[in-house]
């Protein structure tokens, strides 16, 4: 693949990211949803630079989480964004200015959150670990989440998109499955995984009629997990193995 299809796949990538930023920031949320956040919006900067650093040429597998945690994405506008992982190893930092509106319990300190996200430091490392470098591993894969938005109740407590009412999660879903056309569309790999059974599934519904597309999934690595806690990084070695993902 030469330099202008590299970049071009970046590109893409870049403007489906905006499209469905632009849709996901017209719906609303009725409570128990009290705070909605939109790293698309305000991280917008950081998530660029992501997309045009490491989104560049075709992908052999791109792995598809759920959506932002809020020590994660939440502040680094990078799926699974630990901030560590992010600023040290995918090696992006950026200003991050918070949005007007947010929960007491959840600001957005951006790269100065001194927090760390556990899925993200577990995917990152286990990533760092099997491929050495970032460049290494973006040469063959990529990480998505299905939708970018954070949704708090009034007690700062996560509700995740499938929790929130059809007349709601409808028309995201739709947004949500639109991205992820492109995003397939733009990286054009031969397997789409999903991070968790969320992520599989929206997989299924979304490309599971393109037979040229594999999927597959493998554990989430979130610390609600006992299986995760029991090691994450061998249980998905395994996993992938014995798909035949990777040699």
Request: proline letters at 8%; a positive charge; one cysteine or more.
């Amino acid at each position: 693949m030469n330099e202008p299809d590299q970049d071009l796949v970046s590109q893409n990538l870049i403007a489906a990211a905006s499209r469905l930023s632009e849709r996901v920031a017209k719906l609303r949320f009725a409570p128990p949803v009290a705070h909605v956040y939109n790293p698309l919006q305000y991280a917008w900067t950081a998530h660029e630079a992501w997309l045009r650093k490491h989104g560049r040429g075709r992908k052999r597998v791109v792995l598809l989480g759920m959506n932002p945690g809020p020590f994660g994405m939440m502040q680094t506008g990078v799926p699974f964004g630990e901030v560590a992982a992010v600023r040290d190893w995918i090696g992006i930092r950026a200003d991050v200015p918070p949005p007007t509106l947010q929960h007491p319990k959840r600001p957005i300190e951006g790269f100065a959150c001194r927090r760390s996200e556990v899925s993200g430091r577990r995917l990152w490392g286990w990533a760092a670990q099997r491929f050495g470098t970032a460049d290494a591993f973006f040469a063959e894969c990529f990480v998505l989440n299905y939708c970018p938005l954070v949704f708090l109740e009034e007690s700062g407590r996560n509700r995740t998109p499938e929790q929130l009412p059809a007349a709601e999660s409808t028309p995201l879903n739709a947004a949500c499955d639109e991205h992820l056309r492109e995003a397939v569309a733009a990286t054009d790999p031969q397997w789409a995984i999903g991070i968790g059974g969320y992520a599989a599934k929206r997989l299924e519904r979304v490309l599971g009629a393109q037979s040229q597309v594999r999927i597959a999934q493998i554990l989430h690595p979130s610390p609600a997990s006992p299986a995760a806690n029991r090691g994450w990084s061998e249980a998905v070695d395994r996993t992938l193995a014995e798909l035949g993902v990777f040699g």
